[in-house]
């Protein structure tokens, strides 16, 4: 959700910020972060970056769907909307006084961080900090605001609906996730949304909008002295409370068979999506690094994975990720194919991911390769400080900012050994979930192909 009311030209020189979910996993040891934590615990970090006048703010909650219960999937995300719309009881205040700071402004929710973020020209920095300090403190949404901010989430989640290709990645994910769903699921449905009640709202906000568990971080043409004391100033009286982990969240329910999704619609191309559960990054400190070096090592375009399925023609595209998440993060694997190939294109696909734990073809020259692109890539991500204030809060919610400045170190000391060892962990031996968007005259054709491979096949309407 991306509002802004005026912007100077300064903009030009920055990136675009991708969405929650894209945001590039990426991170370097950069001794320009600097940071300190208030008497009330709130963590304020800051990036100095002076190439460009131009300085993003950002108040991140540690939030999000992974708080959420079952039947109020949404939650966060209607109360990310909220707040905005609540600020100084009236919906248009918090736009006109972020237009005044010549600002562009945004909220995201994910699974494990819920942030609110102003991109400013350096010379209102400080008067950003104080905008988003009475933002995230004197919250006052009302019955009223609930009911005029509702539609507006509907509506988005009704365009992502409309996506077949998001369709196909949400009802996948659903079913990678099975009965604990809701702990996953960021936008909510049309049946949870509308069931959400204002005193539920009012209960999250009270108990997760803490100082103690939320974190200030700042990027780019700033002194962190200057953004220090004007912390203390805007968020110190803000009250300490109880630690709403006090009690931990309870597992992700086990997964224990392969199923498939078939989705037929009158597309020009064939999407496949294979899903698998990953690591918990607050849980496993190697294995998440193992399967970013991995997939990198996957994705490079000369890699035996890429010939076998890419460079053979089955595919036209082909890819590998992971997202880190403290509380398992998902292995998609992402494929884009003609129709006419699409049941031989999966079948090779599956085959590859069967057989991945031997990583045939795959010698330590390739990981040397893979280091390389991603310390360029990593290079690059400290460049740009409208994307790193995001990409920190991300790494803050995952496991503190120390997590971001280890992140090169762990990824490139990964060995061939430990990618054979993550391959057959997470990947070869694991149940999953395989999705495909095909026209409808090609389902009955995947469905052959799919009978060995999946215990359940599912058609989607």
């Known amino acids: 959700m991306t509002r802004t009311r005026r912007w100077t030209v300064l ?65 966060a995300h209607l109360y990310e909307h ?32 819920v942030t609110y973020y102003l991109a400013v020209p350096s010379k209102n920095a400080i008067k950003g900090v104080a905008l988003l300090g ?43 996730w099975g009965t604990s769903w809701s702990r996953k699921d960021a936008v909510g449905d049309s049946a949870s949304l509308r069931g959400i009640a204002l005193a539920r709202l009012q209960e999250a ?67 496949v999506l294979v899903k698998l559960r990953g690591p918990s990054a607050a849980e496993d400190t190697i294995a998440p690094y193992a399967i970013d070096m991995l997939c990198d090592v996957l994705n490079e375009r000369g890699s035996a994975f890429q010939q076998h399925l890419a460079g053979s023609g089955l595919f036209q595209s082909v890819s590998c990720g992971y997202e880190t998440l403290a509380h398992v993060g998902p292995i998609t694997f992402h494929g884009q194919t003609t129709p006419e190939r699409a049941p031989s294109a999966l079948i090779a696909l599956l085959r ?20 390389k692109r991603q310390r360029v890539s990593s290079a690059l991500a400290v460049e740009s400080s409208y994307a790193l204030a995001p990409l920190l809060a991300r790494w803050w919610a995952v496991g503190g900012t120390e997590a971001y400045e280890r992140y090169d170190d762990r990824v490139t000391a990964q060995r061939l050994i430990d990618l054979k060892d993550v391959a057959a962990l997470f990947v070869s031996t694991q149940p999953r979930i395989i999705a495909v968007l095909a026209p409808p005259e090609v389902i009955p ?12 096949i599912e058609r989607a309407p």
């Open 82 to 113: 909220l707040l905005f719309r609540s600020y100084k009881g009236d919906p248009d205040a918090f736009a006109i006084e972020a237009s005044d700071l010549d600002a562009e402004w945004q909220g995201t929710t994910g699974e494990e961080v």
């Open 352 to 371: 590859e991911l069967d057989q991945l734990s031997a990583l045939n073809g795959v010698a330590d020259e390739d990981i040397a390769i893979a280091r």
């Open 445 to 456: 054709n995947l469905q052959l192909a799919l009978r060995p491979a999946a215990g359940v």
């Open 205 to 271: 906000y009270g108990r997760y909008y803490v100082p103690n568990n939320a974190a200030l971080i700042v990027t780019g043409d700033v002194s962190a002295a200057a953004v220090f004391a004007a912390a203390r100033e805007q968020f110190g009286p803000w009250a300490k409370a109880a630690d709403p982990f006090v009690e931990p969240l309870p597992p992700i329910a086990p997964m224990t068979t392969s199923s498939a999704l078939l989705m037929g619609k009158p597309v020009t191309h064939a999407t």
């Open 11 to 75: 903009l030009a020189a920055a990136c675009v910020l991708p969405a929650t979910r894209a945001v590039a996993q990426r991170a370097s040891a950069d001794n320009s972060v600097q940071r300190t934590t208030l008497d009330n615990g709130l963590q304020v970090i800051v990036a100095e970056n002076h190439s460009v006048p131009i300085v993003t703010v950002l108040v991140a909650v540690h939030n999000g769907a992974m708080t959420q219960d079952p039947g109020d999937q949404g939650l």
């Open 134 to 176: 009475r933002l995230v403190q004197k919250a006052r949404f009302n019955a009223r605001d609930l009911k005029d901010e509702r539609p507006v989430v509907l509506d988005e989640l009704r365009r992502d609906e409309s996506d077949p290709e998001q369709a196909l990645e949400r009802q996948a994910s659903r079913m990678l």
